[in-house]
């Protein structure tokens, strides 16, 4: 049966493949909507809660979203001439890429670090990993041969794995390294909406599970991402349509806001990549942070604005190749500090 499910889906055209991809995002955005406001009611019509312990937890969680904006770097002035959401409008919501427009570098790099770090990883599959990254900061855009190669790669490595250690995994790597690689200028731009009263959703190729709790910690609605298959809480290795990846993202964009009545002309959504075009086109207020040299002439093209956060950004394009050289060098002195303790404690 699953022999003749992978030859389905292999049989899908790549509009079924897309349109797939997205409805699987919207469907796990929707369960992980439903899901967080199970919790934060949970229990609260079904036992008496005292005022004193309702009074605590509004304190622990007014504490909690404090340390969260301290580290999102909340409070910070979004950039001028900027698209004002209307207040409180329903029908209105922004959509974010992740990658170079909401982080610097790569979520799926981040992970795949801090899955080898705990050893998921072979030291080849992070110098794939390093290559990939290298490729995306020097180019400034993604290469789909590459995101195949970390695809097939990720779900190789993660089949048979339990869902909820990936997810505690993910929690780890925030706090570890994402949370520290946040534009401000773009956290500036989340807030904004979120000030506005609207959903904020994170639109992203990277996994459900890392994309899920970049979204919650920065206070955002949900997140639209790539989608695993999984059975009895483990994963199978295969994707759910496939990843959600330039078109695909437009097709999840358009299922959420069937779903949440979504009017796109009032909405918003920011991208740094051209493969986000199609998501981009969909809206009345497109933005392009942090562009590629494509989207920049694209943006330029069709007036649409332009932000862009990076600093000295030729200086860091001529200085990148010696870093990644000394970050390579540094990794491998690394693993061979740890293959050389390992030999004299066997």
């Known amino acids: 049966m699953a022999a003749l499910r992978r030859l389905h889906l292999a049989r899908r055209s790549p509009d079924e493949r897309t349109a797939l991809a997205g409805e699987a995002a919207a469907d796990a ?8 406001t199970a919790r934060r009611t949970d229990g609260a019509g079904t036992a008496a809660v005292t005022e004193k312990s309702a009074e605590k937890a509004e304190k622990s969680d007014k504490a909690e979203k404090a340390e969260k904006t301290e580290k999102a770097g909340r409070g910070r002035k979004a950039p001028a001439e900027d698209h004002t959401p209307t207040p409180d409008d329903p029908r209105a919501a922004a959509f974010f890429d992740c990658d170079n427009t909401i982080l610097r570098g ?3 790099f981040y992970l795949g670090v801090g899955l080898y770090r705990r050893r998921f990883f072979t030291r080849r599959d992070v110098a794939r990993f390093v290559w990939q990254q ?3 900061r020097l180019h400034g855009s993604e290469d789909p041969a590459h ?6 790669t990720a779900l190789g490595l993660v089949a ?3 869902t909820a250690e990936l997810e505690q995994i993910c929690e780890e790597i925030f706090e570890e390294v994402i949370a520290d690689k946040v534009w401000p200028g773009t956290r500036a731009l989340v807030q904004m909406h979120l000030d506005a009263g609207q959903r904020v959703w ?3 190729a990277a996994p459900q599970e890392i994309a899920r709790i970049i979204a919650r910690r920065l206070g955002m609605t949900g997140a639209l991402a790539t989608v695993a298959e999984t059975s009895n809480g483990e994963y199978t290795g295969r994707l759910v349509g496939g990843l959600l990846h330039g078109p695909a993202k437009a097709a999840a964009v358009q299922a959420l806001a069937r779903r949440e009545q979504l009017d796109l002309s009032r909405c918003a959504a920011f991208s740094d990549s051209a493969n986000d075009i199609p998501m981009l086109s969909l809206v009345g207020h497109p933005y392009v942070v942090n562009p590629d040299a494509s989207l920049r002439r694209h943006a330029r093209t069709h007036g649409w604005r332009v932000r862009d956060f990076r600093t000295g950004r030729k200086a860091a394009r001529v200085g990148l190749p010696a870093a990644a050289g000394l970050g390579v060098a540094a990794g491998a002195t690394a693993a061979a500090l740890a293959a050389h303790r ?4 066997a």
């Open 29 to 36: 955005a929707e369960a992980g909507l439903i899901a967080a």
């Open 106 to 108: 790569a979520a799926m």
């Open 134 to 136: 290298t490729w995306f």
């Open 147 to 152: 995101i195949a190669d970390a695809q097939d």
């Open 160 to 162: 048979g794995k339990r």
């Open 202 to 204: 994170l639109v992203t």
């Open 342 to 345: 390992r030999r004299r404690t």
